[in-house]
């Protein structure tokens, strides 16, 4: 069964440095989604990382995957206020099956 | 372009009931795929279905059901309500062919509440 891991489970960090959020999946997969979710609100697509060493970025947030470690990150340069939000990974196993299975996700909050 | 509608937005119902939630992919997506969020077990992933057919099932009970009808648009049924099924149920859209890109669009959800 796939599983997926994130950490931290929350991150408090002040506006302007530089954090990055980890995520550890279980099994082969070459496909992996980071999503943002505001505070009762759905969840908005960031990125999606389909092979070994892909690497992707938007504005402060960088995302990047190592198939082979089973790891992705996602890494955020100068904090600021909007960022703050929970972000989930997602992956989707190598079986023809489109089932997304979710992190926990990490609850980040900027601190001005 | 029109993303995904969900209807009802919240929904207070009690033990024993049932309730059936809508969702409205984007036009052109076949993909309707739906997920359960509570604070406790996070986001799980209910059913898939691609065509009116449903291509994939997550670990939930029978009570746990859905359908997809020739426009896309699919329903979600959950009979005989506990108060565990209080949760925000997701849709999520997507064109339905497997690998590649294949973005997930999702909707706002259906807030559920099982008194």
């Known amino acids: 069964e796939l599983k997926v891991e994130q950490n931290p489970l929350f991150l408090s960090m002040q506006e302007g440095k530089n954090y990055t959020i980890y995520c550890n999946y279980s099994?082969?997969?070459?496909?992996l989604y980071w999503y943002r979710q505001d505070p009762g609100k759905s969840l908005e697509s960031l990125f999606v990382?389909?092979?070994?060493?892909a690497v992707k970025q938007e504005g402060r947030l960088m995302a990047s995957l190592d198939t082979k470690a089973r790891l992705s990150t996602l890494h955020i340069t100068a904090a600021v206020h909007d960022l703050s939000a929970t972000y989930f990974c997602?992956?989707?196993?190598?079986?023809?099956?489109?089932?997304?299975?979710f992190g926990t996700g990490t609850r980040l909050t900027i601190i001005p | 372009k029109a993303g995904v509608t969900q209807t009802p937005r919240y929904l207070i119902k009690t033990r024993g009931q049932q309730v059936t939630l809508s969702c409205s992919p984007i036009?052109?997506?076949?993909?309707v795929s739906w997920y359960q969020q509570t604070p406790g077990q996070g986001l799980q992933f209910l059913f898939e279905?691609?065509?009116?057919?449903?291509?994939n099932k997550g670990n939930f009970p029978g009570r746990f059901s859905g359908r997809q009808f020739s426009n896309s648009r699919s329903e979600m049924n959950v009979s005989t309500l506990e108060l565990g099924d209080s949760a925000l149920y997701l849709c999520?859209?997507?064109?339905?062919?497997?690998?590649?890109?294949?973005?997930?669009?999702f909707g706002s959800g259906t807030q559920l509440s099982v008194l």
């Open positions: 999520a859209s997507s064109l339905g062919g497997y690998g590649g890109v294949e973005k997930l669009f």
């Open positions: 099994t082969t997969s070459d496909r």
């Open positions: 990382l389909l092979s070994n060493g």
């Open positions: 997602a992956v989707v196993s190598n079986f023809g099956n489109e089932k997304l299975t």
């Open positions: 036009s052109g997506h076949r993909s």
């Open positions: 279905y691609f065509s009116e057919t449903q291509r």
